[in-house]
């Protein structure tokens, strides 16, 4: 079956690390998209991919970047991590004009 | 800019007690509502898509319903299981990303 993947589950890091949080999906969907999902917030787009070798910005893309090399896998990199990054991540999968589907996340903690 | 809000933000029933959450938005061109369930440390899981109107749509206890500025989540006879957070999102123009709202986190006490 066709499903959408995110490791690690769990990260803790320290302050001014890069730390890079995988997403793998085989559902061949040209869009990918990293949420983050905090209290008071709810879920805010980091960065979205429209196919291989495109890349835009989300509304909270400051400290954060993503590469597209193949249609799979979308990784997420905090370059310098801060404690306001301290989050749970989503990386979202769709068709053109189609909903989500949604990996499982991951929780990081930047302390 | 295209904004969502979910009313309440949380809603507390007793199993079989039926209640409505409320979303409304604010986009150019619509191009579908979609709603999600969240349980506590998953992903959101794909309940619905609406795209027009007057359009309907159920599932089980759910019913899904929208009109030119808001829709509503129809919960019937809800039961504990369905105690969840349940997410509205938009998508407007030639965008493919969603907006979301905050939530509404349903509680049903058996």
């Known amino acids: 079956d066709a499903e959408i993947t995110q490791s690690p589950r769990h990260k803790i890091t320290e302050t001014g690390r890069q730390v890079t949080l995988a997403c793998h999906q085989t559902?061949?969907?040209?869009?990918m998209f990293w949420y983050r999902q905090d209290l008071g917030h709810g879920l805010r787009l980091i960065h979205y991919?429209?196919?291989?070798?495109?890349?835009n910005k989300g509304e909270v893309s400051d400290g954060y970047s993503v590469s597209r090399s193949n249609t799979e896998d979308l990784p997420l990199t905090l370059e310098s991590a801060a404690s306001s990054q301290t989050s749970v991540y989503f990386c979202?999968?769709?068709?053109?004009?189609?909903?989500?589907?949604f990996g499982s996340g991951t929780r990081l903690t930047v302390v | 800019e295209d904004q969502v809000t979910q009313s309440p933000e949380a809603l507390r029933l007793q199993e079989g007690e039926s209640s409505s959450l409320n979303c409304s938005y604010t986009?150019?061109?619509?191009?579908?509502l979609f709603w999600y369930r969240q349980d506590p440390g998953k992903g959101p899981e794909f309940l619905f898509t609406?795209?027009?109107a007057g359009e309907e749509k159920e599932k089980e206890r759910l019913k899904a319903t929208l009109t030119k500025k808001e829709s509503f989540l129809h919960i019937t006879a809800p039961k504990p299981e369905d105690s969840a957070t349940y997410l509205c999102?938009?998508?407007?123009?030639?965008?493919?990303?969603?907006?979301f709202g905050k939530g509404t986190k349903l509680t049903v006490n058996p």
């Open positions: 999102a938009v998508q407007a123009g030639a965008s493919e990303k969603l907006v």
């Open positions: 559902w061949n969907h040209n869009n």
């Open positions: 986009v150019s061109g619509l191009r579908g």
């Open positions: 609406l795209y027009s």
């Open positions: 979202a999968s769709s068709d053109n004009g189609g909903g989500y589907t």
């Open positions: 991919s429209y196919g291989v070798q495109d890349t």
